[in-house]
T-cell receptor, first 111, second 114 residues
Framework: SQQGEEDPQALSIQEGENATMNCSYK?????LQWYRQNSGRGLVHLIL?????REKHSGRLRVTLDTSKKSSSLLITASRAADTASYFC???????????FGTGTSLTVIP | DGGITQSPKYLFRKEGQNVTLSCEQN?????MYWYRQDPGQGLRLIYY???????QKGDIAEGYSVSREKKESFPLTVTSAQKNPTAFYLC?????????????FGDGTRLSIL
């Protein structure tokens, strides 16, 4: 499978702490995206990073991409209870027509 | 506001019955997608369409069918051939090529077996 895998599967932190989740994938990609999903809802796009980029920021989010290791990380700084959700990476492989989502990290931020 | 509307929110299927899930978007997006989400798993692609009157199978198309007669609409039919249809179904759309643009999602339809 070309599907990405997130690590850890679940993460629980205190409000104000930073949360880091990782995504590993198997084949070379054009870009990688991160999405958030609140329980029982659809996914919301957070950030897209292209294969020639190494780091990208958006508000409290910081994404890194290491194409040599085929991995990406999402850092959420100064977490809030409202950040509680599942987070998914999605990869656009160089070959093929599919767009693959990972298995997700479930983040719980305790007030 | 522009967005994607999925209906119904909850759907129950009897044995041997076909059911159709609705997906409508007013974002003027060319591409539309259907995903299936099972607990503990990521999203798996069922079908996608990059233009009206054209669609392609994803990884798990067996037991499903779609149509794309209008740009705004991409209904998914879960046929009786799909033996394990219980799942959360998500519809998405994007401006163009599915990898280079963000996908916008509806709020899903939860399908269960009676």
């Amino acid at each position: 499978s070309q599907q990405g895998e997130e690590d850890p599967q679940a993460l629980s932190i205190q409000e104000g702490e930073n949360a880091t989740m990782n995504c590993s994938y198997k084949t070379s990609i054009n870009n990688l995206q991160w999405y958030r999903q609140n329980s029982g809802r659809g996914l919301v796009h957070l950030i897209l990073i292209r294969s020639n980029e190494r780091e990208k920021h958006s508000g409290r989010l910081r994404v890194t991409l290491d194409t040599s290791k085929k991995s990406s990380s999402l850092l959420i700084t100064a977490s809030r209870a409202a950040d509680t959700a599942s987070y998914f990476c999605a990869t656009d492989p160089l070959t093929g027509n599919q767009f693959y989502f990972g298995t997700g990290t479930s983040l719980t931020v305790i007030p | 506001d522009g967005g994607i509307t999925q209906s119904p929110k909850y759907l129950f299927r009897k044995e041997g019955q076909n059911v159709t899930l609705s997906c409508e978007q007013n974002l003027n997006h060319d591409a539309m997608y259907w995903y299936r989400q099972d607990p503990g798993q990521g999203l798996r692609l069922i079908y996608y369409s990059q233009i009206v009157n054209d669609f392609q199978k994803g990884d798990i198309a067996e037991g499903y069918s779609v149509s794309r007669e209008k740009k705004e609409s991409f209904p998914l039919t879960v046929t009786s051939a799909q033996k394990n249809p219980t799942a959360f179904y998500l519809c998405a759309s994007s401006v163009g090529d599915r990898g280079s643009q963000p996908q916008h999602f509806g709020d899903g339809t939860r399908l269960s077996i009676l």
